[in-house]
């Protein structure tokens, strides 16, 4: 059966890392028997100049009706000055919302090739993989009321709410102990329950699902301070994470910059169905767009996870990781990944070198 694809490119760099991805698919629907059909929409601030909308319905629709969305980027600073419901982001919020993408994966693995690229020490971070699973439609970044006052005396105050229902909790909790099963049925559940009320309501589901559905698997529990130090210190401790939309947030940028590069690292983010929008999760960078230097392998490995996780094909996504691995043998490195020995490699260079692992 044919699946759809939808694909976004939205701002930036965001064409250019779709551009090398859709190169991929076409070799593997070539060489490999994988049957997609793909079809391109706008988002985003590209989206905003061509209709007044950073998330047209005409692509809400399309989105829908697709099995699986790549997604490139949004934003840029050309667009920072308009009202926050008319900014690209918020099109990417709106298209998590309206689909029920509730749960953002977010892995950290890191390359041996690449081990020189992180910032701590080689024995600190080699072998490292981690997934966290963060919880993305609730928490504070949706909770009401939010809004802007003045009180009284006639001072500004802001007001945004942290709120969970047990039923959130309860299904991002499921997709995070299914996963820890497929990994080292190791899971770790962050939460500030010390102090916040929403995290001891979280911190008690968990415990309750764990206990009737998951107790083949290892459920620890960490204050998100000390889990945020942690992954510093001795992130190899960490198998599977779960946790919510704010903390989720803060924790997974942590886990990025372990692997060496924003570049490349890949993300999913799933409904109850596993339908998914997959995305880098570098953003637009407007610095370098056009210039041929952005680095793709973040989105063909989101690409990989499609595969996996929405398209049920775990050959294909385990040869496109291959590929990429393959890839970075061969010693090219984007600009983000350079070391003193390795060749500078382009965009495409860097795609088509995947490309060509693939034969």
Same mark, same amino acid.
């Given at each position: 059966?044919?699946?759809?694809?939808?694909?976004?490119?939205?701002?930036?760099?965001?064409?250019?890392?779709?551009?090398?991805?859709?190169?991929?698919?076409?070799?593997?629907?070539?060489?490999?028997?994988?049957?997609?059909?793909?079809?391109?929409?706008?988002?985003?601030?590209?989206?905003?100049?061509?209709?007044?909308?950073?998330?047209? %319905?005409?692509?809400?629709?399309?989105?829908?009706?697709?099995?699986?969305?790549?997604?490139?980027?949004?934003?840029? +600073?050309?667009?920072? /000055?308009?009202?926050?419901?008319?900014? +690209? %982001?918020?099109? $990417?919020?709106?298209?998590?919302?309206?689909?029920?993408?509730?749960?953002?994966?977010?892995?950290?693995?890191?390359?041996?090739?690449?081990?020189?690229?992180?910032?701590?020490?080689?024995?600190?971070?080699?072998?490292?993989?981690?997934?966290?699973?963060?919880? $993305?439609?609730?928490?504070?970044?949706?909770?009401?009321?939010?809004?802007?006052?003045?009180?009284?005396?006639?001072? &500004?105050?802001?007001?945004?709410?942290?709120?969970?229902?047990?039923?959130?909790?309860?299904?991002?909790?499921?997709?995070?102990?299914?996963? =820890? &099963?497929?990994?080292?049925?190791?899971?770790?559940?962050?939460?500030?329950?010390?102090?916040?009320?929403?995290?001891?309501?979280?911190?008690?589901?968990?415990?309750?699902?764990?206990?009737?559905?998951?107790?083949?698997? %290892?459920?620890?529990?960490?204050?998100?301070?000390?889990? =945020?130090?942690? $992954?510093?210190?001795?992130?190899?401790?960490?198998?599977?994470?779960?946790?919510?939309?704010?903390?989720?947030?803060?924790?997974?940028?942590?886990?990025?910059?372990?692997?060496?590069?924003?570049?490349?690292?890949?993300?999913?983010?799933?409904?109850?169905?596993?339908?998914?929008?997959?995305?880098?999760?570098?953003?637009?960078?407007?610095?370098?767009?056009?210039?041929?230097?952005?680095?793709?392998?973040?989105?063909?490995? /989101?690409? =990989?996870?499609?595969? &996996?996780?929405?398209? =049920?094909?775990?050959?294909?996504?385990?040869?496109?990781?291959?590929?990429?691995?393959?890839?970075?043998?061969?010693?090219?490195?984007?600009?983000?990944?350079?070391?003193?020995?390795?060749?500078?490699?382009?965009?495409? %260079?860097?795609?088509?070198?995947?490309?060509?692992?693939?034969?």
């Amino acid at each position: 059966m044919t699946s759809k694809i939808l694909v976004l490119p939205g701002d930036g760099v965001g064409p250019e890392i779709c551009r090398e991805t859709i190169r991929v698919i076409d070799a593997l629907q070539r060489d490999h028997g994988l049957d997609v059909e793909l079809e391109e929409g706008l988002v985003g601030g590209i989206a905003y100049e061509e209709t007044g909308n950073p998330l047209p %319905e005409e692509t809400l629709e399309k989105a829908r009706a697709a099995d699986a969305i790549l997604f490139g980027a949004v934003g840029g +600073p050309q667009w920072d /000055s308009l009202p926050r419901e008319s900014r +690209p %982001e918020s099109g $990417l919020l709106r298209l998590r919302s309206e689909l029920g993408l509730f749960a953002n994966l977010r892995p950290a693995l890191l390359y041996p090739q690449l081990a020189h690229a992180s910032t701590l020490r080689e024995d600190v971070v080699s072998g490292l993989d981690i997934m966290i699973v963060r919880e $993305l439609t609730g928490g504070i970044y949706f909770g009401q009321p939010r809004k802007t006052r003045t009180d009284m005396g006639g001072r &500004r105050q802001a007001v945004n709410t942290m709120l969970y229902t047990d039923g959130e909790i309860d299904r991002i909790a499921r997709v995070a102990f299914d996963i =820890a &099963r497929r990994r080292g049925k190791k899971l770790c559940s962050v939460d500030k329950a010390n102090v916040l009320e929403v995290s001891q309501l979280w911190r008690d589901v968990v415990g309750e699902v764990h206990e009737k559905d998951f107790s083949d698997i %290892e459920l620890s529990h960490m204050y998100v301070d000390n889990a =945020a130090m942690q $992954l510093v210190r001795a992130p190899k401790q960490f198998d599977t994470i779960v946790t919510g939309n704010l903390f989720g947030d803060i924790l997974s940028d942590i886990a990025a910059m372990l692997t060496g590069s924003i570049g490349m690292l890949p993300s999913a983010s799933l409904d109850e169905n596993s339908k998914g929008m997959y995305e880098p999760v570098h953003g637009s960078a407007p610095d370098i767009v056009g210039q041929g230097v952005v680095n793709p392998l973040a989105t063909i490995l /989101s690409l =990989a996870m499609m595969l &996996r996780y929405t398209l =049920a094909r775990e050959d294909l996504a385990d040869r496109v990781e291959s590929a990429v691995g393959d890839a970075l043998d061969r010693g090219l490195r984007t600009r983000d990944i350079m070391d003193g020995e390795a060749q500078v490699a382009s965009t495409g %260079e860097m795609g088509g070198a995947v490309v060509d692992m693939l034969q």
